[in-house]
């Protein structure tokens, strides 16, 4: 039996998927993407399954397909069934009942459950992780029910009044806590940063351009200085990086410089394809990040196959679509070139282009491994952070002095001339902080 480092025993597994109708049917990504996963969960796949026949409402596969794959299940001694799409409440009790005893049958949005379960750190995170187990376990227990069980539902002490009540109270638990991510968006908003959000499917290397653009000398300066308040679970996480499906689960924050102005830039949970992302709160507020953001870096993996990087395109351009984030905050960088040859790397560039709205920036080839063409990703988005321009007029004095250093760690300072008495200031920056200047210089006096 294979094991994980930690000694937990890997479940072994077997996968059942039904033939796409597409075109493209045979691209290999079809069970890639779920055997991905069922590896992110801990467990390994034993065997895989594809019906390509028509689809049956009862059991999903059909009554051929299941009986073939009751023996499979039997005969390799899987403990799992891992079904890659959504099976309703009575598909899964149908196919359940079918499997040798003591097989769990999962369906792919169960699977990512799994995997957020054995990952969430945070307090908040279980809850909610808690919370989506138990809104989908409801129905099932609902229908796996017999009468006696059914006429006892509003009775207390009862499964389905015990599944209920716990997820009144986790839903008041959590209304309750304080979002300390919001906390502190809002707290370096009034502060000035820019933020910065950086999107895209699992494993496109999300966290691994967030490891590239940290400047994290600023952020020990500013964790030393006790800026961070609340954010003490933000400065300890990190962005972790791997080569699994949804190696990070929480968002993860990091100051960066981006044309000389500070900027805060977020690390968010991969999308995947096919999941009601609404139901796992720690997606949506992964997604809200993007909605609060001044741009969204949206990285894509332009080493997957054509179908499957066109297919993760669109799913992430509508998730952001759904986040209210307008096309000319979007900035595309199209991650991992190095693995393409050059005309590989102009396909993808052009079938982007072809995907993207209009008023996205234009899609920029990088290789975070390699350092590849960053500099154009940073001015990209340096382009699209909200900007305007002050002249600020002052008195050559101490107050002036700080209001210029103020500028210098806020905005991007053009000029400072000295006039006699007089001290003249242009800078370009966010309008918030521009309004906080000019109230200050008024205050000082204009000569
Ligand atoms: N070849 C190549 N691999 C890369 C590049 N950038 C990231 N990777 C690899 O891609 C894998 C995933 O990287 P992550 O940064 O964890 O990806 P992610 O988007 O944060 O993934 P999730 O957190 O799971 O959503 C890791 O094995 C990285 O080393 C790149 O430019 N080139
Ligand atoms: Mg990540």
Redesign the pocket.
């Known amino acids: 039996m294979s094991r994980l480092r930690n000694g937990t025993e890997r479940r072994r597994t077997v996968v059942a998927t039904r033939a796409s109708t597409s075109p493209d049917a045979t691209d290999p990504a079809d069970t890639d993407e779920i055997s991905a996963l069922v590896r992110a969960a801990g467990d390994e796949v034993v065997g895989e399954v594809t019906q390509s026949g028509p689809a049956d409402s009862g059991s999903y596969l059909g009554s051929g397909k299941v009986a073939e794959l009751t023996d499979l299940v039997a005969d390799v001694e899987a403990r799992r069934l891992v079904v890659d799409d959504h099976l309703t409440p009575s598909q899964h009790r149908t196919l359940e009942s079918a499997m040798p005893d003591g097989t769990a049958v999962l369906d792919r949005y169960r699977l990512v459950l799994d995997i957020f379960e054995a990952g969430a750190g945070s307090r908040r995170a279980k809850l909610q992780v808690e919370l989506a187990r138990l809104r989908y376990d409801l129905p099932r227990v609902i229908e796996s029910a017999d009468e006696g069980l059914l006429n006892q539902m509003t009775e207390k002490g009862s499964r389905v009044y015990d599944l209920r009540d716990r997820i009144d109270r986790l839903e008041r638990t959590l209304d309750e806590l304080p979002d300390p991510a919001e906390q502190y968006r809002e707290r370096r908003r009034e502060e000035g940063f820019d933020l910065v959000t950086i999107a ?1 499917y ?8 967030l490891h590239h653009l940290a400047d994290d000398l600023s952020l020990s300066d500013a964790d030393s200085n006790g800026e961070t308040g609340d954010a003490s679970t933000e400065k300890d996480a990190t ?10 689960l929480e968002t993860t924050t990091r100051r960066t410089t981006i044309a000389d102005r500070p900027v805060l830039a977020t ?1 968010t ?2 999308l995947v394809d096919d999941l009601p992302h609404d139901i796992v709160e720690s997606f949506s507020a992964t997604l809200s990040e993007a909605g609060a953001a001044d741009v969204v870096v949206l ?1 894509t993996d332009a ?1 997957d196959s054509e179908t499957c990087f066109c297919e993760r395109l669109a799913v992430s351009l509508e998730t952001l679509a759904t986040q209210g984030v307008e096309d000319d905050r979007i900035v595309p960088a199209l ?2 070139v ?2 393409l040859s050059p005309d590989e790397r102009s396909r993808r560039r052009r079938l982007a282009a072809e995907r993207l709205p209009d008023d996205a920036a234009s899609p920029i080839p ?5 350092g590849r063409n960053l500099d154009a990703l940073r001015e990209t988005v340096a382009d699209r952070l909200p900007a305007e321009r002050a002249t600020l007029r002052l008195p050559n004095c101490d107050e002036t002095m700080s209001l210029v250093s103020r500028a210098y760690d806020r905005t991007d300072v053009e000029s400072v001339e000295y006039d006699g008495d007089a001290v003249t200031v242009v800078c370009r920056g966010r309008p918030s902080v521009l309004e906080q200047l000019r109230a200050t210089a008024s205050r000082i006096g204009v000569d």
């Open positions: 895209g699992t494993n496109a290397g999300k966290s691994t351009l962005a972790a990086v791997g080569n699994r499906l949804f190696e990070t690390d949970v991969g990285v080493s991650n991992k190095d693995r990088i290789s975070v491994l390699e």
